[in-house]
Each structure stands twice: as structure tokens, then as C-alpha cells.
């Protein structure tokens, strides 16, 4: 098939071989042993901690774009998969999936996504290395129990609370697996989703021949090497493509990607100088000095304005496109991801690029004792904010050509397709207004 990646002999033998992805898996999983042990009992100071400057400076930022480069790749090396694995193989109790959370796994995954970062801000999980071990420890034990019980990797589908995201973002990544239908429709043995001889079938509980969407396969490559037709295809293909056709649209992953734009509303804010300014006129407002309840009246506040927001757009196109608001924000809910994407990984950039170098500091101190480092930031602030507007302008056309796409396919033969689209298109562009207005305020630093 024409550009397909996998016809590259050396990529397609390395894919089908015994050493993909285990030689980039295991190694993973050695830097996040001592990434866990450093967290419980390394310095108690973030700055010093090479546990923190890992997870928060290095993993959690570029995070973003290894899914808009890899797609789901990150989850086929993840640690907590790897761990799901072995204790899978251990104890060999491979139930079925319960069916609640077949049907529910996304909203528990946009739960457990906003719990996570209204935990981080009331207990300072980021701040603190102890915290942040504890809530790895939490996800660990997490890991262990879905993998003693249910079949596959039930936790990276169902309930991990980055599998969302990274489903959400993957679908506007550069990289698309797929298989050949032709092929597919007349193959019996279905060993791509069964498994053969060594190798797992499908840990993301997918079929490759009916897969239409990049959201759950994770490129671990047991599909390349299990089908007997060579029916596996890997393409690149541009980015947030997949978002133009959403055949299928689903409201908890059009939900999920506008909470999105308010988590990362919340992450610039509350790391603002002027959010110590904000907080003092919600304390005078509400009668209390307590920052829990500061903090999740902002959060609220954060997450329901977009919401609030898209809502109502959805509401004034269906006055013109006759559909209801919710179905309308079910069908253009993905345009947001593209500017969602652009906007954490703009936020992302600035403690990666400020920050980066406490991640090499923190190593070194590590095998040096008494070393004691040097500046954090391989760019200058100024420089950053720069790469952070043309992120968010970016995204912002990604977004705007989503929602025409979108507009076109839905409501393109009943005439209605511009009408639908003015909305969101205005809409989007305020988002991206406002994102760009956090982006020129002076930010604090994580570590
Ligand atoms: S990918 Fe291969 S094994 Fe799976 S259904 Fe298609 S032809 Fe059969
Ligand atoms: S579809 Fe293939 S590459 Fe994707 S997760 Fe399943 S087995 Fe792995």
C-alpha cells in the first residue's frame, strides 16, 4: 500500500521482531523504579529531587507531543503497563471486562482526570516529591488489581486517567495503524486480535481490520507480527485528520476534550503572579482563608466556563442547524482537541525549555555527591513565549480547519454547513485568545 511505513524492511523487521518494543519498554521501567524510589526516599526538596524533575519537568511535558509524534506509542512502553503484564502472566485470572465499565470507562477516566488535578493543587502533589511517589504508589496498587483480575490491559483502556487523554490526542497524531479490510473480511484465524505461538493478541482489546480511530491502538506492533495476510499498514498522515471524520462521536470524549481547555486554564493560572491577587478577592468573597476552598471555587469556575461556553455555541448553531445543543456538542467537540493540545503543550514548553536542566542537575547530583548544579532554563523567557503564541496560533488553525470539516460533513448537503460552523469558529478563536493572554503573563516556575 502506498506509504506504508511498515514496507521499510528494517523498520518492518524491527517491528516483528522479538526486540520491539521490549528494548525501549524494559529500560523505561528501570529509570521509573528509581524515578518511584527517589520520589518515597530521595531530598524532600522538589529542586533537588531527580524524581520530581523527571516525572513534572521531563515526562509530563514532552507527554504531549510523543502523542501528536507517536500517537499512543507512549502507552505500549508505559511502566504501569508493564507491570499490568507481569502481574497478568503471575497470577493468570483473566476475567472479562465487567460491562459497567465497557460503558462507563470514560466518564470514570474525565473523573478521575479532574480529581487527579484538584488533587495536585489542594495537597501540592507536584511540589512535593513524597506526594508525588504517594500518587504513584495509588495508581501502582491501581495497576496491580485490574491486572490480578481482568483480562489484557483493562487499566490502559478502561480506567487509566492519561489513557483518555492520550486516546483524545492521539486521534490528531502524525501516525495511523491500520489494517487492509480486503484481507481482513476473508481472514478466519483473527490472530491479530487472538494472539499466536509467543506473542500477546491485541492488549488494547482492538480489531486492526475494523479499527477506525488511532484513540486505543498503542503501536505495540503484536498485530505486525501476528498476521499471517501482512495485512498491517502504518502511515503518517496530518495531523488531526482523523478528527475531520468522526463517524461515531461519543459525548464523553467530546466532554473530555472540553475540560481539557479548563485544566489547562487552571494549570496557567494558578502558576500566574496575579494568581495570589485572585485568590485574596475570592477569600474577601466567600469569608474564609482556606485555599481548599479558594482553589476549588477557581476550579469550578475554570471548568464550567468552557463547558458553559460550548454549550451555548452548540445551542446558537442549532438554532440554524436544527440539531439539539448536546448533539451538536457531541459532533464539534473535537475540534477542540487540536487547540487543547496546543495549549498544554505550550504550557508544557515553558517548564520543559525554563526549567529542563534541573532534570541533568538533579541526575548528576546523583552520581556526584556535593555537586550543586546551575541554572535551570535552556531559553531565555522571552524566547519561549514566542514558541508558546505560534503553538497556540497553530493549534487554532488545526481547530478552525477541524470544525469546517466537521461542519461540512454534517450539515454540508443540507446547506447548513457555514452557518454551523460561525459559531465555533468564533468560539475557538476567543479560546485561543485568552490562551495566548495567560501565555504574555509572568508565570512561576515548577521546581
Ligand atoms: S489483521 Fe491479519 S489476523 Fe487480523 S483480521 Fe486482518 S488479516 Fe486477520
Ligand atoms: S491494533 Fe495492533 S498495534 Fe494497535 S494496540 Fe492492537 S495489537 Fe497493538
Given at each position: 500500500m502506498k506509504g506504508n511505513l511498515l514496507d521499510i524492511?528494517?523498520?518492518?523487521?524491527?517491528?516483528?521482531?522479538?526486540?520491539?518494543?521490549?528494548?525501549?519498554?524494559?529500560?523505561?521501567?528501570?529509570?521509573?523504579?528509581?524515578?518511584?524510589?527517589?520520589?518515597?526516599?530521595?531530598?524532600?526538596?522538589?529542586?533537588?529531587?531527580?524524581?520530581?524533575?523527571?516525572?513534572?519537568?521531563?515526562?509530563?511535558?514532552?507527554?504531549?507531543?510523543?502523542?501528536?509524534?507517536?500517537?499512543?506509542?507512549?502507552?505500549?512502553?508505559?511502566?504501569?503497563?508493564?507491570?499490568?503484564?507481569?502481574?497478568?502472566?503471575?497470577?493468570?485470572?483473566?476475567?472479562?471486562?465487567?460491562?459497567?465499565?465497557?460503558?462507563?470507562?470514560?466518564?470514570?477516566?474525565?473523573?478521575?482526570?479532574?480529581?487527579?488535578?484538584?488533587?495536585?493543587?489542594?495537597?501540592?502533589?507536584?511540589?512535593?516529591?513524597?506526594?508525588?511517589?504517594?500518587?504513584?504508589?495509588?495508581?501502582?496498587?491501581?495497576?496491580?488489581?485490574?491486572?490480578a483480575f481482568f483480562e489484557r490491559r483493562t487499566w490502559c483502556r478502561y480506567l487509566c486517567f492519561l489513557g483518555g487523554l492520550s486516546g483524545n490526542y492521539s486521534r490528531s497524531g502524525l501516525l495511523e495503524l491500520r489494517a487492509k479490510s480486503e484481507n481482513c473480511k476473508k481472514c478466519k484465524d483473527k490472530y491479530c486480535y487472538k494472539g499466536k505461538d509467543n506473542v500477546a493478541g491485541c492488549p488494547m482489546f482492538e480489531m486492526p481490520g475494523v479499527m477506525d480511530s488511532s484513540a486505543k491502538c498503542n503501536l505495540c506492533g503484536n498485530c505486525v507480527k501476528t498476521c499471517p495476510n501482512d495485512s498491517v499498514v502504518l502511515t503518517a498522515r496530518i495531523p488531526s485528520k482523523e478528527l475531520w471524520y468522526v463517524r461515531k462521536p461519543k459525548i464523553e470524549e467530546s466532554f473530555l476534550a472540553i475540560i481539557i481547555m479548563g485544566i489547562v486554564f487552571v494549570q496557567n493560572i494558578t502558576m500566574l503572579e496575579l494568581w495570589e491577587d485572585a485568590q485574596k478577592i475570592i477569600e474577601g468573597l466567600t469569608g474564609t482563608s482556606s485555599y481548599t476552598v479558594t482553589f476549588t471555587i477557581t476550579f469550578i469556575i475554570a471548568m464550567a466556563v468552557p463547558v458553559l461556553a460550548f454549550y451555548a455555541t452548540s445551542w446558537l448553531a442549532g438554532v440554524s442547524n436544527r440539531e439539539k445543543a448536546i448533539s451538536n456538542l457531541t459532533i464539534f467537540g473535537y475540534a477542540l482537541i487540536p487547540l487543547d493540545l496546543a495549549g498544554h503543550l505550550a504550557h508544557n514548553l515553558f517548564h520543559l525549555l525554563a526549567e529542563g536542566k534541573t532534570v541533568l542537575h538533579t541526575g548528576i547530583a546523583l552520581l556526584v555527591p556535593g555537586y550543586k548544579g546551575g541554572s535551570p532554563g535552556f531559553f531565555p523567557e522571552a524566547t519561549i513565549q514566542i514558541m508558546q503564541f505560534a503553538l497556540i496560533v497553530l493549534g487554532l488553525a488545526a481547530s478552525l480547519f477541524t470544525a469546517y470539516k466537521i461542519s461540512k460533513n454534517w450539515f454540508g448537503e443540507a446547506g447548513k454547513s457555514t452557518a454551523s460552523l460561525v459559531p465555533y469558529a468564533?468560539?475557538?478563536?476567543?479560546?485561543?485568545?485568552?490562551?495566548i493572554y495567560l501565555f504574555t503573563l509572568p508565570m512561576s516556575m515548577r521546581m
Open positions: 524492511r528494517s523498520l518492518k523487521a524491527f517491528v516483528k521482531s522479538s526486540l520491539f518494543p521490549a528494548i525501549i519498554q524494559w529500560p523505561t521501567a528501570f529509570v521509573f523504579a528509581v524515578v518511584v524510589y527517589q520520589l518515597l526516599y530521595g531530598p524532600m526538596s522538589a529542586h533537588e529531587n531527580f524524581g520530581t524533575a523527571m516525572t513534572w519537568v521531563l515526562w509530563w511535558p514532552i507527554i504531549p507531543l510523543i502523542f501528536l509524534l507517536m500517537g499512543r506509542f507512549w502507552c505500549a512502553i508505559c511502566p504501569f503497563a508493564t507491570l499490568s503484564d507481569i502481574v497478568q502472566k503471575w497470577v493468570r485470572n483473566k476475567r472479562t471486562v465487567p460491562v459497567f465499565l465497557k460503558k462507563y470507562g470514560i466518564w470514570i477516566i474525565d473523573a478521575m482526570f479532574i480529581l487527579i488535578t484538584w488533587a495536585d493543587h489542594v495537597f501540592g502533589i507536584v511540589e512535593s516529591p513524597l506526594g508525588s511517589g504517594v500518587l504513584l504508589m495509588i495508581i501502582i496498587t491501581g495497576v496491580i488489581v485490574s491486572g468564533v468560539l475557538l478563536i476567543l479560546l485561543a485568545a485568552f490562551n
